[in-house]
């Protein structure tokens, strides 16, 4: 799992990509982004969509994780966190920061709105709904029907 606490780790990391998990997404844990971009806890890629999901505290590290989902060309930026209140005083965080037309989808919600959010998301494109592909969690090959190739 990720370098977070236990609760960062074992409850709002997990529960994210528990709800990733029928979306039919490429997941990673712990995504490696690049030299100078740092990790994500969880980089999802479906079709058009490359999300960006970070669980956060406090708002102290939602200006990184903007810049991190800007470094990697993310179409979505999601940031989970423990309570509405936590979510509000991100929000204002990023409220007057330079936007450019390029910038990620942003959305930040409580940890049950957020994995909703997310399955909601990914059900939106072909082949959503299908079992993901969870990088050292689930190294098996996709069980969904569309992407199987005949031998």
């Known amino acids: 799992m990720t370098r977070g606490s236990s609760i960062h780790n074992e409850i709002m990391v997990r529960r994210l990509l528990r709800a990733l998990t029928t979306t039919g997404a490429r997941v990673r844990v712990e995504a490696y982004l690049g030299p100078n971009v740092g ?6 890629e479906l079709g058009p969509l490359r999300v960006v999901i970070e669980a956060e505290r406090t708002h102290r590290r ?3 994780d903007m810049a991190k989902a ?3 060309g993310a179409t979505h930026l999601i940031i989970a966190t423990p309570t509405s209140r936590v979510a509000a005083s991100v929000l204002r965080q990023l409220q007057g920061g330079k936007k450019s037309p390029g910038d990620p ?3 930040v919600r409580p940890l ?8 909601e998301l990914f059900s939106r494109i072909p082949g959503g709904g299908c079992g993901a592909e969870i990088s ?3 190294p098996a090959p996709s069980s969904c029907p569309l992407e199987r ?3």
């Not at 990790?39 to 999802?44: E, G, I, K, Q």
């Not at 049950?112 to 997310?118: E, G, I, V």
Request: charged share 15%; aromatic share 4%.
């Open 39 to 44: 990790y994500a806890d969880l980089l999802a």
């Open 62 to 64: 939602v200006r990184a």
């Open 70 to 72: 800007r470094a990697i």
């Open 105 to 107: 989808r942003l959305v």
């Open 112 to 119: 049950a709105l957020a994995a909703q959010a997310l399955t």
């Open 136 to 138: 050292a969690i689930n």
């Open 149 to 151: 190739r005949a031998p």
